[in-house]
Nanobody, 121 residues
Framework: VQLQAFGGGLVQAGASLRLSCAAS????????AGWFRQAPGKEREFVAA????????GYADSVKGRFRISRDNDKNTVYLQMNSLKPEDTAVYYC???????????????WGQGTELTVSS
């Protein structure tokens, strides 16, 4: 599975942005998917995850109520809608898929290259 994340950029605080993660090479309809992020000088952290059906969804406390993860299995794509962005959301965002739904990055087998988001105050 190859994953390509895109949609990052430079935005002002309070703005909205949607990240996309397009999969190729294999359908990801039976895979869980997750978004993680890594800010400069910090470890990679969990942002959001969705199971294969979309029935189970989880968010980090820091983004709960502002971000929304979704998927379109027909398009083999996972999305992360980000609203009310804050400067502390600045990071490189990575999408990932794996056979097991969870909040731990070690549960995910395939990773995209990351897309960078900068939120200015």
């Amino acid at each position: 599975v190859q994953l390509q994340a895109f949609g990052g950029g430079l935005v002002q605080a309070g703005a909205s942005l949607r990240l996309s993660c397009a999969a190729s090479g294999r359908t990801i309809s039976s895979y869980a998917a997750g978004w993680f992020r890594q800010a400069p000088g910090k470890e990679r952290e969990f942002v959001a995850a969705i199971n294969w059906s979309g029935y189970s969804i989880g968010y980090a406390d820091s983004v709960k109520g502002r971000f929304r993860i979704s998927r379109d299995n027909d398009k083999n794509t996972v999305y992360l809608q980000m609203n009310s962005l804050k400067p502390e959301d600045t990071a490189v965002y990575y999408c990932s898929v794996g056979r097991e739904y969870g909040l731990d990055h070690r549960q995910y087998e395939y990773w995209g290259q990351g897309t960078e988001l900068t939120v200015s105050s």
